[in-house]
């Protein structure tokens, strides 16, 4: 099975930054998409940003021009740069992978433990 194991989170102040990054590992034969989401307390988790083996990126409108997401497919890793951080963005970051662990198997959604990230001041 797919493995993803996140690092990066923490405390910081508001207008600073931080970089989440998540490697994935294990039985992999593809992986089509590549993303985080958050949870912040009280709520649902959503998206904050994906992007597909082709490069091809998706944003939520909230972190459209502070957040940047990059990925490595030779390493199969994914990193989420958060620039400009606000009290907001507080939350529990989840790496997430759209991935077959083998040509046998239809895709299926991963995910990584979480990682929190807090900002305040």
């Known amino acids: 099975q797919v493995q993803l194991v996140e690092s990066g989170g923490g405390l910081v102040q508001p207008g600073g930054s931080l970089r989440l990054s998540c490697a994935a590992s294990?039985?992999?034969?593809?992986?089509?998409?590549m993303g985080w989401y958050r949870q912040a307390p009280g709520k649902q988790r959503e998206l904050v940003a994906a992007i597909t083996s082709g490069g091809s990126t998706n944003y939520a409108d909230s972190v459209k021009g502070r957040f940047t997401i990059s990925r490595d497919n030779a390493k199969i890793t994914v990193n989420l740069q958060m620039n400009s951080l606000k009290p907001e963005d507080t939350a529990v970051y989840y790496c997430?992978?759209?991935?077959?662990?083998?040509?046998?198997?239809?895709?299926?959604?991963?995910w990584g433990q979480g990682t929190q990230v807090t900002v305040s001041s």
């Open positions: 997430n992978a759209e991935a077959r662990p083998t040509r046998w198997e239809r895709q299926h959604d991963y």
């Open positions: 294990g039985t992999i034969f593809s992986i089509a998409s």
